[in-house]
Nanobody
Framework: QVQLVESGGGLVQPGGSLRLSCAAS????????MGWYRQAPGKERDLVAS???????NYADSMKGRSTISRDNAKNTVYLQMNSMNAEDTAVYYC???????????????WGQGTLVTVSS
């Protein structure tokens, strides 16, 4: 069993910054890609940013230049720093990890419970 616990969501003013964290715990052999997705009301869940175990990153076009994804492999934790935020960033943000479990050594996709980010004055 693997769990992802997100933190750092909340209310932020337009133009402000926010840092999200997501820690993985449980039966983990290794973690491949970790990422952040978001889902606004009435919309699909979309990728915000992802990072491989080697540090290669990928960003949604809307987040390039104003967000940074990073991870601490020793802590099985991924972070998302978002700057210059606007109302369109309002959404529930979900952490995702592709985890290799011990013994069976197969990969499973794990999702966090989501954390709400609201950008409003």
């Amino acid at each position: 069993q693997v769990q992802l616990v997100e933190s750092g969501g909340g209310l932020v003013q337009p133009g402000g910054s926010l840092r999200l964290s997501c820690a993985a715990s449980g039966s983990i052999f290794s973690i491949n890609t970790m990422g952040w997705y978001r889902q606004a009301p009435g919309k699909e869940r979309d990728l915000v940013a992802s990072i491989t175990s080697g540090g290669s990153t990928n960003y949604a076009d809307s987040m390039k230049g104003r967000s940074t994804i990073s991870r601490d492999n020793a802590k099985n934790t991924v972070y998302l720093q978002m700057n210059s935020m606007n109302a369109e960033d309002t959404a529930v943000y979900y952490c995702n990890a592709r985890v290799r479990v011990p013994v069976q050594m197969w990969y499973v996709d794990v999702w966090g419970q989501g954390t709400l980010v609201t950008v409003s004055s």
